[in-house]
């Protein structure tokens, strides 16, 4: 850990403007909240990047791309130092705990660089940062997630993003989060359900609780999800509540029973499943079979029988043949999702899956993710005909920004429903509408 304070530093001198970026992720989003809510707090105003004294990019790693946008953004940013009025650039999220003081090598001239977990001495980071003295915090694993200060706004009004854990124990071969954000750690109970208050005072209408695996929350406590969300749905029935993401083997019957006996516990399901074949699941070390997966999607289907079920798939991971991705075809027809996302199997630093012999091409690993993309998308619409002629609870989010005049909303079910725009906003009401068409990625209806 680094810290070489400017004692010549004026007060007149520290920095007045912001910009926070975030790449990736619910959860780095949220973090990128914490950073404006301090800086807010110590009496910076947000700006644009070009005119911003202080910016702090917070990084992605679960992706070649997302990796590559990040290097071309530091790259970007620093350039303002001499450009611009840019005084101070952090970089922190995935990236920054994966490649750590390596980074600096390629760019000597970042000034604070700090891991997620990290973020449990956030005020020591942003007062490095106000004050422009270099300083590198790249702490493994968080010890203590209930010390991360609330954020005061959120970007994503009237549904609140708010993490229930940090970390991930799964350590699946191809993937870089356990490196980036460390071992799982659970909030406590009081933590959450004190900001999950501050938000319903704040307006909020919707509670979305953040977890790379929400299902394992609170085994390290002597608590679990389902505690959490039976005393969530109890204390606040006017809030609803959401979960990102659940792992399939770890869902079970107690929980859904929870989450059936509670209006408020939406019927949203985000479930990924990555491959169809047992055999490139156990290469992935994902810790379930096909016929585990098919019997948690059942009993989800069986005890709440209105689930709304997303996925997510990787496509061409290193050994997948013909036959394998055949399998994931099959799969994505048999569980009928409502969303399906596909990602190109992408070379993470530093995880098993980097040393597998990776012999597809990248033109055959898009023909197989845009052969997925169409079945997912004729699968989604055939899901949604049941909506048609019916009658959903939506929550008001604020105007659509593609189509003009018109009101973008969500169901329970997560689904995005459009409809006309009526003479008052009113963002965060929850009302009913009519669903005249459907669309693989929304659908349109009228206000009831």
């Given at each position: 850990m680094l810290n070489h304070e400017d004692p010549n530093l004026k007060v007149n001198e520290l920095p007045k403007t912001f910009f926070v970026e975030v790449l990736g992720c619910q959860m780095n989003k949220y973090e990128g909240e914490v950073f404006t809510s301090l800086f807010l707090k110590h009496g910076l105003l947000p700006s644009n990047p070009e005119d911003a004294e202080v910016i702090v990019l917070l990084s992605c790693a679960v992706r070649e791309n997302a990796e590559n946008k990040a290097l071309a953004r530091i790259g970007k940013y620093l350039k303002y130092k001499k450009e611009r009025k840019l005084k101070c650039f952090a970089l922190g999220g995935c990236q920054a705990k994966i490649w750590g003081e390596k980074i600096l090598e390629r760019f000597p001239k970042i000034d604070v660089l700090f891991s997620p977990a990290s973020l449990e001495d956030v005020e020591t980071i942003?007062?490095?940062?106000?004050?422009?003295?270099?300083?590198?915090?790249?702490?493994?694993?968080?010890?203590?997630?209930?010390?991360?200060?609330?954020?005061e706004n959120q970007y994503d009004f009237p549904s609140a993003y708010l993490p229930i854990s940090c970390g991930c124990n799964q350590f699946c071969t191809y993937c870089a989060v356990p490196y980036g954000r460390g071992r799982e750690k659970s909030r406590s109970l009081e933590s959450i359900l004190n900001e999950v208050s501050q938000r319903s005072k704040q307006g909020f209408k919707e509670i979305i609780y953040l977890g790379q695996n929400c299902d394992s929350y609170g085994k390290d406590i002597g608590s679990s999800l389902k505690e959490l969300?039976?005393?969530?749905?109890?204390?606040?029935?006017?809030?609803?509540?959401?979960?990102?993401?659940?792992?399939?083997?770890?869902?079970?019957?107690?929980?859904?029973?929870?989450?059936?006996?509670?209006?408020?516990?939406?019927?949203?399901?985000?479930?990924?499943?990555?491959?169809?074949?047992?055999?490139?699941?156990?290469?992935?070390?994902?810790?379930?079979?096909?016929?585990?997966?098919?019997?948690?999607?059942?009993?989800?289907?069986?005890?709440?029988?209105?689930?709304?079920?997303?996925?997510?798939?990787?496509?061409?991971?290193?050994?997948?043949?013909?036959?394998?991705?055949?399998?994931?075809?099959?799969?994505?027809?048999?569980?009928?999702?409502?969303?399906?996302?596909?990602?190109?199997?992408?070379?993470r630093p530093f995880t098993p899956a980097s040393k597998f012999e990776d012999n597809i091409s990248y033109q055959e690993k898009a023909q197989r993710a845009n052969i997925l993309i169409k079945k997912a998308e004729e699968i989604s619409l055939n899901f949604r005909k049941q909506y048609l002629n019916e009658v959903l609870d939506v929550l008001i989010r604020g105007e659509d920004k593609k189509k003009k005049g018109f009101i973008s909303s969500r169901t329970k079910g997560h689904q995005i429903v459009i409809f006309k725009k009526r003479n008052k906003l009113d963002q965060g009401l929850k009302t009913k509408v009519y669903i005249t068409s459907v669309l693989s990625h929304y659908m349109m209806g009228e206000e009831v």
């Open positions: 942003v007062k490095h940062i106000i004050e422009r003295s270099n300083y590198i915090n790249l702490k493994e694993s968080i010890t203590n997630p209930d010390c991360i200060p609330v954020p969300l039976e005393l969530s749905a109890k204390k606040f029935p006017n809030l609803w509540f959401k979960c990102i993401t659940s792992y399939p083997s770890m869902i079970t019957k107690e929980l859904l029973e929870t989450i059936a006996s509670y209006d408020n516990l939406c019927n949203y399901f985000s479930i990924p499943m990555q491959s169809g074949s047992d055999r490139i699941l156990k290469l992935m070390n994902r810790k379930y079979s096909v016929e585990q997966y098919r019997n948690s999607i059942n009993m989800i289907r069986e005890i709440i029988p209105d689930a709304v079920i997303t996925s997510d798939f990787i496509v061409g991971f290193p050994g997948e043949t013909e036959k394998d991705f055949q399998d994931t075809i099959n799969a994505i027809e048999e569980f009928k999702y409502d969303t399906v996302n596909i990602a190109i199997y992408s070379k």
